[in-house]
């Protein structure tokens, strides 16, 4: 079956600092691939997504692309601020009404 | 801009008792979807729901849950007899079917608490 896999937190950072989050997939064909923000008391906000390879999902200052060589799509972020603080899920999607399948989390604290 | 809401924000319940959670879908999206996440751990699947069936669901959604769309605009979770596992913050979610990216809008979730 699918399944996300994501480096396991928390990523404590300074503020200003670079932030990588990996994320790897396994699934057959080629899923839509999100990264999902959760804000500490609230929902799920869609971040950004790529829906092919080599796309490029960018948002907020976040970038991830979709590479098909290696199932991996890596979340950045090249100077985070405190209100970057969030727990980061990376997710997949095979198709239109699809479940999406979502990584472990990964919770990231952005100090001033 | 259009969004999924959800109510109870919070909802306690003794165990045993059946719970109702409520979802107003995206207007124009035609998939639904339940999801639950306790409390530290990766959001679960629930079900999903289109064009007024269950499309798909998870080893979770057993006999105790049912989903249903009783008119145009609501979508819920019924839990019929509360166990303390079901604990959780319970979301729904929306996606339009014409969308190729396949991405899916979340609502602010339902905190269920079972004493």
């Known amino acids: 079956g699918n399944s996300v896999t994501q480096m396991e937190g928390p990523v404590t950072l300074s503020e200003e600092a670079f932030l990588t989050i990996n994320c790897t997939y396994t699934a057959t064909g080629y899923p839509s691939l999100f990264w999902y923000v959760q804000y500490p008391g609230e929902g799920l906000q869609l971040l950004l997504k790529?829906?092919?390879?080599?796309d490029k999902g960018s948002n907020k200052g976040f970038e991830a692309t979709y590479r098909k060589e290696t199932t991996s799509f890596h979340l950045e972020k090249g100077s985070v601020q405190v209100s970057d603080s969030a727990v980061y899920f990376c997710?997949?999607?095979?198709?239109?009404?699809?479940?999406?399948?979502f990584g472990g989390g990964t919770r990231v604290l952005v100090k001033p | 801009e259009p969004e999924v809401t959800q109510t109870p924000s919070h909802q306690v319940t003794q165990m045993g008792q059946e719970v109702i959670l409520r979802c107003v879908p995206i207007s124009n999206h035609l998939y639904f979807y339940w999801y639950r996440q306790i409390l530290g751990q990766k959001v679960e699947f629930l079900v999903s729901f289109y064009n007024n069936e269950i499309s798909e669901k998870s080893e979770i959604f057993d006999d105790q849950f049912s989903v249903e769309r009783p008119d145009g605009s609501n979508f819920t979770l019924k839990i019929r007899s509360t166990k303390l596992e079901d604990s959780a913050m319970y979301f729904c979610?929306?996606?339009?079917?014409?969308?190729?990216?396949?991405?899916?809008?979340f609502g602010p979730g339902t905190r269920l608490t079972v004493t």
């Open positions: 790529a829906t092919k390879a080599d």
């Open positions: 979610a929306s996606s339009d079917e014409q969308k190729t990216s396949y991405e899916q809008y």
């Open positions: 997710a997949l999607s095979k198709a239109a009404g699809n479940k999406l399948t």
